[in-house]
């Protein structure tokens, strides 16, 4: 079996269950998040930083541990689905890439006992997958090595992560500056038809006039 580094909430062989952005009947406008299973249920933080929330929520996450990267403020990592009275860290507690953070479930909206890894940017949930140094695309049979992964690869990735978030918002927003643009032109387009159609009448009736 081939085992690479990866940096993900278990230790040791995984599956990848449900890749960000697959369409389902629970997930009405699209998977937020990536799910994991694995044999061995302990969960891990995957990445340096502080807790936010250890929160509940049943129609949803279940328990939940939200956690904010060092030196990144705009990006939280959250762990879904876990047993319900499993979570070992508390709000402000600061934890590092191997704290236990709790036992992989099923609480809140899930089927069956995984992990559902979020990313989320300003509040937007991005894909983890490059983060997580994984594929995103279904796979059973994975191993995580080791933890090689350390502190300057997290602010490396979570940099990239960052400058990808903002160029494709930017991107947005100059293609949504465009299509106003064409908007007003077409509007412009009207009104000077109009004229052309005015004074095209107008010569119709002198021409009248001269016969
Ligand atoms: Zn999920």
Not at 62 to 81: A, D, T
Not at 146 to 175: C, G, P, R
Request: glycine share 8%; aromatic share 6%.
């Amino acid at each position: 079996m081939a085992s690479y580094t990866t940096n993900i909430p278990v230790n040791n062989v995984f599956n990848v269950t449900a890749v960000f952005g697959q369409s389902g009947s629970m997930w009405k406008n699209g998977h937020k998040g990536v799910d994991i299973t694995a044999d061995n249920k302990s969960l891990y933080s995957i990445c340096d930083g502080e807790v936010t929330v250890v929160g509940w929520d049943a129609d949803g996450w279940g328990r939940y541990v939200s956690i904010k990267p060092n030196g990144f403020e705009r990006i939280r990592i959250i762990l879904c689905h876990l047993v319900k009275d499993s979570v070992k860290v508390k709000v402000g507690d600061k934890v590092t890439r191997v704290t236990k953070i709790g036992t992989m479930g099923t609480t809140g909206n899930s089927t069956g006992v995984h992990v559902h890894v979020e990313m989320r940017v300003d509040n937007t949930a991005v894909d983890p997958t490059p983060y997580m140094l994984i594929a995103n695309k279904k796979a059973s049979g994975l191993e995580d090595t080791d933890y090689k992964f350390n502190s300057s690869d997290q602010n490396a990735a979570l940099t990239a992560v960052l400058a990808a978030f903002d160029t494709k918002n930017s991107s947005e927003s100059s293609h949504a500056e465009c299509e106003k643009k064409i908007k007003s032109l077409e509007a412009e387009l009207e009104s000077v038809k109009a004229k052309l159609s005015a004074a095209e009448s107008k010569i119709q009736n002198v021409k009248k006039i001269i016969a």
